[in-house]
């Protein structure tokens, strides 16, 4: 009776958790496009084994197996990836940064064209050397006046471009500045809810993810170095 019944729990044993090996790919194809979301796998682990090990005196040679149940539901997840990949994300946000701005740049300044501020100083100076050549002619001191008119014009314009965009830099700035206090008040209330689950012996594979993700965004905003510590909470530096 006794081998029979163990054969029957080894067997309902290896189903239950093979049903939740399924169950969790079930969960990973339905988030497959989830932001955010890691691939989650089962840990398998072998129960204890019959008679246990503190037994001294088993009524049989050896012991045998009991089967196997669910440890632990991981998330597939590579920390050195991650640092990689937010490094180079910081490095992405600079330069697209620094891109959009000289783009702006670019065209204020309006450089080679008719109208930009390298063809007004050539007309300016042509204008000039022909009054040196007829320095009595009405006409040519006109031309001389007008050309001199378009280059304060064009300097005028540049310099309020600029201001500008200058505002511009700045207003984005802000804006920058209060995105980042509210991801790191997200992160840090994540860290909060973290630090009360796992000690309990929880692995809250959601929260890891929705940081991770938050984390992975604030990178692309600042340089930013994250180390685990024995809470569950990440250090921002």
């Not at 840990?43 to 632990?72: C, D, H, K, L, W």
């Amino acid at each position: 009776m006794r081998s029979t019944f163990h054969s029957l729990e080894v067997a309902r044993r290896g189903l239950v958790t093979q049903q939740t090996a399924l169950q969790t790919v079930g969960h990973n194809i339905a988030n497959a496009n989830t932001p955010g979301y890691t691939r989650q796998r089962v840990n398998f682990t072998q129960t204890e084994p019959y008679p246990p090990a503190s037994m001294n005196r088993p009524q049989i040679p050896g012991q045998m197996g009991t089967g196997v149940e669910a440890g632990s539901i991981q998330r597939v997840r590579e920390s050195f990836l991650d640092i990689q990949y937010r490094s180079e994300n910081n490095k992405v946000g600079y330069w697209e940064s620094r891109a959009d701005s000289l783009q702006k740049m670019e065209e204020i300044m309006n450089e080679p064209s008719e109208t930009g501020l390298s063809t007004t100083l050539d007309r300016f100076w042509q204008a000039f050397q022909d009054l040196a050549v007829n320095p009595t002619n009405a006409g040519a001191r006109s031309v001389v006046r007008q050309r001199g008119l378009a280059v304060a014009e064009t300097f005028s314009y540049l310099s309020g471009s600029i201001t500008s965009v200058q505002q511009d830099i700045k207003n984005e700035m802000d804006v920058t500045i209060k995105q980042v206090n509210s991801l790191t008040q997200q992160i840090n209330n994540l860290n909060k809810q973290i630090g009360e689950t796992e000690p309990h012996g929880y692995l809250p594979n959601d929260l890891y993810d929705e940081r991770d993700r938050l984390i992975d965004e604030l990178s692309k905003i600042v340089n930013i170095k994250t180390t685990p510590v024995n809470s569950g909470e990440a250090q921002r530096k």
